[in-house]
Protein backbone atom coordinates (compact mmCIF):
# COMPACT_ATOMS: atom_id res chain seq x y z
CA UNK A 1 0.00 0.00 0.00
CA UNK A 2 2.98 2.11 0.50
CA UNK A 3 4.14 1.40 -2.93
CA UNK A 4 0.78 2.62 -4.40
CA UNK A 5 0.57 5.75 -1.85
CA UNK A 6 4.29 6.52 -3.47
CA UNK A 7 2.97 6.01 -7.32
CA UNK A 8 -0.09 8.11 -6.58
CA UNK A 9 2.32 10.84 -4.68
CA UNK A 10 4.42 12.07 -7.94
CA UNK A 11 1.71 12.12 -10.21
CA UNK A 12 -0.64 14.19 -8.02
CA UNK A 13 2.53 16.50 -7.31
CA UNK A 14 2.79 17.69 -11.19
CA UNK A 15 -0.90 18.48 -11.02
CA UNK A 16 -0.72 20.22 -7.61
CA UNK A 17 1.83 22.46 -9.47
CA UNK A 18 0.11 23.07 -12.42
CA UNK A 19 -3.29 24.07 -10.82
CA UNK A 20 -0.65 26.45 -8.37
CA UNK A 21 1.03 28.19 -11.29
CA UNK A 22 -2.76 28.36 -12.71
CA UNK A 23 -3.57 30.19 -9.65
CA UNK A 24 -1.11 32.57 -9.59
CA UNK A 25 -1.25 33.10 -13.22
CA UNK A 26 -4.98 34.24 -12.62
CA UNK A 27 -3.96 36.49 -9.37
CA UNK A 28 -1.49 38.03 -11.13
CA UNK A 29 -3.86 39.29 -14.22
CA UNK A 30 -6.03 40.24 -11.80
CA UNK A 31 -3.21 42.56 -9.93
CA UNK A 32 -2.46 43.39 -13.65
CA UNK A 33 -6.07 44.53 -14.40
CA UNK A 34 -6.46 46.33 -11.39
CA UNK A 35 -2.85 48.62 -12.48
CA UNK A 36 -4.57 49.07 -15.55
CA UNK A 37 -7.61 50.57 -14.14
CA UNK A 38 -6.26 52.38 -11.91
CA UNK A 39 -4.01 53.59 -14.69
CA UNK A 40 -7.49 54.23 -16.51
CA UNK A 41 -9.20 55.54 -13.51
CA UNK A 42 -5.99 58.50 -13.37
CA UNK A 43 -6.38 59.35 -17.03
CA UNK A 44 -10.22 59.71 -16.82
CA UNK A 45 -10.00 62.11 -14.09
CA UNK A 46 -7.62 64.05 -15.83
CA UNK A 47 -9.25 63.86 -19.27
CA UNK A 48 -11.92 65.41 -16.57
CA UNK A 49 -9.56 68.47 -15.51
CA UNK A 50 -8.34 69.07 -18.83
CA UNK A 51 -12.39 69.38 -19.87
CA UNK A 52 -12.29 72.07 -17.19
CA UNK A 53 -9.39 73.90 -18.58
CA UNK A 54 -11.52 74.64 -21.82
CA UNK A 55 -12.63 77.91 -20.88
CA UNK A 56 -9.26 79.29 -20.00
CA UNK A 57 -7.16 78.12 -22.98
CA UNK A 58 -9.90 79.64 -24.85
CA UNK A 59 -8.68 82.89 -23.35
CA UNK A 60 -5.39 82.61 -24.19
CA UNK A 61 -4.25 84.80 -27.47
CA UNK A 62 -2.95 82.83 -30.54
CA UNK A 63 -0.14 84.56 -30.61
CA UNK A 64 0.92 83.56 -26.83
CA UNK A 65 2.50 79.83 -27.76
CA UNK A 66 3.44 79.03 -24.29
CA UNK A 67 1.19 76.78 -23.41
CA UNK A 68 1.40 73.10 -25.21
CA UNK A 69 -1.65 71.02 -23.30
CA UNK A 70 -2.34 67.59 -23.72
CA UNK A 71 -2.71 64.58 -21.66
CA UNK A 72 0.29 61.74 -21.57
CA UNK A 73 -0.03 58.46 -21.23
CA UNK A 74 2.54 56.53 -19.61
CA UNK A 75 3.50 55.02 -16.57
CA UNK A 76 2.40 57.85 -14.85
CA UNK A 77 -0.49 59.81 -16.93
CA UNK A 78 -0.19 63.64 -16.78
CA UNK A 79 -2.13 66.35 -17.48
CA UNK A 80 0.74 69.41 -19.60
CA UNK A 81 0.07 72.79 -19.22
CA UNK A 82 3.71 73.67 -20.23
CA UNK A 83 7.06 72.47 -21.06
CA UNK A 84 7.82 72.38 -17.18
CA UNK A 85 4.45 72.56 -15.07
CA UNK A 86 1.99 69.50 -15.45
CA UNK A 87 -0.46 67.84 -13.33
CA UNK A 88 -0.55 64.45 -12.06
CA UNK A 89 -2.33 62.48 -9.62
CA UNK A 90 -1.42 61.72 -6.54
CA UNK A 91 -0.73 58.41 -4.74
CA UNK A 92 -4.57 57.66 -3.50
CA UNK A 93 -4.87 58.37 -7.37
CA UNK A 94 -8.04 60.68 -6.10
CA UNK A 95 -5.82 63.62 -5.51
CA UNK A 96 -4.51 66.62 -8.24
CA UNK A 97 -0.99 67.94 -7.60
CA UNK A 98 -0.06 70.66 -9.90
CA UNK A 99 4.04 70.64 -10.24
CA UNK A 100 6.65 72.76 -12.04
CA UNK A 101 10.01 71.33 -12.65
CA UNK A 102 12.90 73.91 -11.79
CA UNK A 103 16.22 73.77 -11.81
CA UNK A 104 15.91 73.18 -7.92
CA UNK A 105 13.78 70.61 -8.68
CA UNK A 106 9.86 69.87 -8.53
CA UNK A 107 7.77 72.09 -7.09
CA UNK A 108 4.36 71.48 -5.96
CA UNK A 109 2.16 74.91 -7.12
CA UNK A 110 -1.27 72.91 -5.64
CA UNK A 111 -2.73 70.02 -4.39
CA UNK A 112 -6.60 69.41 -4.30
CA UNK A 113 -9.32 67.06 -4.40
CA UNK A 114 -11.34 69.62 -6.00
CA UNK A 115 -10.97 70.14 -9.80
CA UNK A 116 -12.22 73.64 -9.53
CA UNK A 117 -9.39 74.37 -6.92
CA UNK A 118 -6.99 72.80 -9.66
CA UNK A 119 -8.25 75.42 -12.12
CA UNK A 120 -7.91 78.03 -9.98
CA UNK A 121 -3.93 77.58 -9.48
CA UNK A 122 -3.66 76.69 -12.94
CA UNK A 123 -5.23 79.63 -14.47
CA UNK A 124 -2.84 81.92 -11.93
CA UNK A 125 -0.24 80.36 -13.53
CA UNK A 126 -0.96 80.76 -16.94
CA UNK A 127 -1.69 84.42 -15.99
CA UNK A 128 2.11 85.04 -14.40
CA UNK A 129 3.20 83.14 -17.41
CA UNK A 130 1.50 85.47 -19.69
CA UNK A 131 3.11 88.58 -17.58
CA UNK A 132 6.39 87.13 -17.47
CA UNK A 133 6.10 86.67 -21.58
CA UNK A 134 4.98 90.63 -21.78
CA UNK A 135 8.32 91.94 -19.16
CA UNK A 136 10.44 89.77 -21.46
CA UNK A 137 9.01 91.45 -24.85
CA UNK A 138 9.09 94.81 -23.19
CA UNK A 139 12.76 93.99 -21.87
CA UNK A 140 14.07 93.45 -25.28
CA UNK A 141 14.46 97.01 -27.15
CA UNK A 142 15.14 96.65 -30.79
CA UNK A 143 18.79 97.36 -31.86
CA UNK A 144 18.62 100.43 -33.69
CA UNK A 145 20.73 100.04 -37.17
CA UNK A 146 24.37 101.28 -36.83
CA UNK A 147 25.72 104.02 -38.77
CA UNK A 148 28.17 102.99 -41.49
CA UNK A 149 31.69 103.94 -40.34
CA UNK A 150 33.56 105.15 -43.05
CA UNK A 151 36.30 102.61 -44.28
CA UNK A 152 39.59 104.11 -43.48
CA UNK A 153 42.94 103.53 -45.14
CA UNK A 154 45.75 102.85 -43.30
CA UNK A 155 48.03 104.91 -45.04
CA UNK A 156 47.63 107.97 -42.58
CA UNK A 157 48.12 106.15 -39.38
CA UNK A 158 51.35 104.26 -41.18
CA UNK A 159 52.44 107.89 -42.38
CA UNK A 160 51.73 108.97 -38.63
CA UNK A 161 53.78 106.35 -36.94
CA UNK A 162 56.55 106.21 -40.02
CA UNK A 163 57.20 110.23 -38.58
CA UNK A 164 57.32 109.40 -35.00
CA UNK A 165 59.46 106.64 -35.54
CA UNK A 166 62.19 108.84 -37.56
CA UNK A 167 61.86 111.94 -34.99
CA UNK A 168 62.34 109.05 -32.10
CA UNK A 169 65.50 108.18 -34.15
CA UNK A 170 66.55 111.53 -34.83
CA UNK A 171 66.15 112.14 -30.93
CA UNK A 172 68.04 109.32 -29.78
CA UNK A 173 70.83 109.88 -32.37
CA UNK A 174 70.79 113.93 -31.31
CA UNK A 175 71.09 112.74 -27.40
CA UNK A 176 73.87 110.40 -28.45
CA UNK A 177 76.07 112.56 -30.60
CA UNK A 178 75.66 115.42 -27.95
CA UNK A 179 76.68 113.11 -24.80
CA UNK A 180 79.99 112.13 -26.61
CA UNK A 181 81.13 115.86 -26.39
Known amino acids: MSD ?3 AASPSESPMRLRDALRRARIEAADRTGVVVDLRDA ?3 RLEILNDALDPLFALVPDKVDLF ?3 ISQGETPRLWIDVVAHVLM ?3 KRIYRFVQDTRYGRMVLAESHDVHAIV ?3 TDYVARRMIER ?3 LVATPEPEPEAKAK ?4 WGMFLLGFLLGAAALFGVALYASLRNF
Open 134 to 136: EHA
Open 42 to 44: EVA
Open 120 to 122: DAV
Open 151 to 154: PRRG
Open 90 to 92: GRD
Open 4 to 6: AQN
Open 68 to 70: DRG
